[in-house]
């Protein structure tokens, strides 16, 4: 069944949009909604008016952005009779934590393939890995590539020995993932109704690219109006624009909705400005926001994906580009285990 998006008032897009994503199967591993609130002195110190959606606080394993992914992937997984999981990320992944412990509650032995030597002590997200009981292998390669195929490989070799493994996307960040962040849209729409009052802007942190995919997909499943910026933290705006575009076509594939591409592009703004040299490469505007951020409001932020992000919400408010009479809700990742590394 395809559907045609009709123009209907967001009330009933609301509606539909909560029966559509009901509709998946899906663990309640995370605790929902999160809270959104205001960032009072912030938004004093910016001249404009700042919420913050506590994605930091879903609950599960330290928080974050990917267990409202891991709900839908790990639901997949056991649906297809999956015996484990098979994933891959950097040595302090925050997927890969949380990857760890699903599998741990759900009774799936978890495979990681991580990029980095093993260190003599680990610390931070590696530590948690152990802790869940995580199978651990390190591979010394600065390619994406070598760590995913090494990934690929396990999984088939696994399969051949017959174990029933359930491989997945680094980052959670494919079209099922991203259904997650479609429901996190929906706690966003459900908020503005409950208070009425509405967002201009969502600002996000965007890697792998499944979470901003996610927040698109809602906003064309709902005909919401306002503008979603992604932040990148390891790619150029362009290349990261072409990612988001396709795990937006997998979820609204999933969903049974057909968008025209050039109205899924529209809707995918990335902003490479904040990224410096690169993927956990640190900037001073990142180091900067942190203390604002700890300062203002007591909230922690980290210095791979949030830190970045919130630099993003500071220098777009500070250059106006986010004008005094917009009402912008930042989305706080999680993360914030990488501070103990
Ligand atoms: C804390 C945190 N925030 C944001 C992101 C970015 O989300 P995505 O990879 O879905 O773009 C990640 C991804 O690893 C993350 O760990």
Same mark, same amino acid.
């Given at each position: ?71 839908? +992937? $790990?639901?997949?997984? &056991? !649906?297809? /009779?999956?015996?484990?999981?098979? #994933? ?126 996610? +927040? $698109?997909?809602?906003? &064309? !499943?709902? /005909?919401?109006?306002?503008?979603? #910026? ?112």
């Amino acid at each position: 069944m395809i559907i045609i998006l009709q123009k209907k008032t967001l009330t009933k897009m609301t509606k539909d949009l909560k029966k559509m994503i009901s509709a998946v199967p899906a663990l309640e591993m995370s605790v929902l909604p999160t809270t959104v609130h205001r960032l009072d002195r912030l938004s004093e110190l910016l001249g404009t008016d700042i919420h913050c959606k506590r994605d930091d606080l879903t609950g599960f394993a330290f928080g974050g952005n990917k267990v409202r992914k891991l709900d839908y +992937l $790990v639901k997949d997984a &056991l !649906l297809k /009779g999956a015996d484990s999981l098979v #994933t891959f990320g950097s040595n302090q992944s925050n997927w890969c934590r949380m990857t760890s412990v699903a599998g741990a509650v759900n009774e799936l032995e978890v495979f990681l393939v991580l990029e980095g030597s093993r260190p003599d002590k680990p610390t931070a997200n590696l530590l948690l890995d152990h802790m869940a009981g995580a199978r651990v292998t390190h591979v010394e390669s600065t390619t994406d590539d070598a760590v995913e195929k090494a990934a690929r490989q396990l999984a088939d070799d696994l399969a051949r020995e017959g174990r029933k493994p359930y491989y997945m996307a680094v980052g959670g960040s494919n079209g099922r993932g991203s259904l997650g962040y479609v429901r996190a849209f929906l706690e966003v729409l459900e908020h503005e109704e409950k208070h009425q009052m509405r967002f201009d802007n969502i600002i996000v942190a965007s890697g792998s690219a499944g979470t901003q995919a996610g +927040l $698109v997909a809602g906003k &064309l !499943l709902s /005909g919401w109006p306002g503008k979603i #910026t992604g932040i990148t933290v390891s790619r150029d705006r362009v290349t990261q624009a072409n990612r988001i575009l396709k795990i937006v076509q997998e979820t609204l594939e999933i969903l049974q909705v057909s968008v025209e591409e050039s109205r899924i592009r529209q809707a995918i703004v990335t902003n490479d400005d904040y990224l410096g040299e690169g993927y956990r490469i640190n900037t001073q505007e990142c180091l900067e926001a942190i203390d604002i951020f700890i300062k203002k409001e007591g909230i922690f932020l980290d210095e791979v994906y949030t830190g970045k992000a919130a630099a993003g919400l500071i220098g777009l408010a500070r250059a106006g580009t986010i004008t005094p009479h917009e009402r912008t809700l930042f989305f706080h990742t999680g993360g914030n285990v990488q501070l103990f590394e």
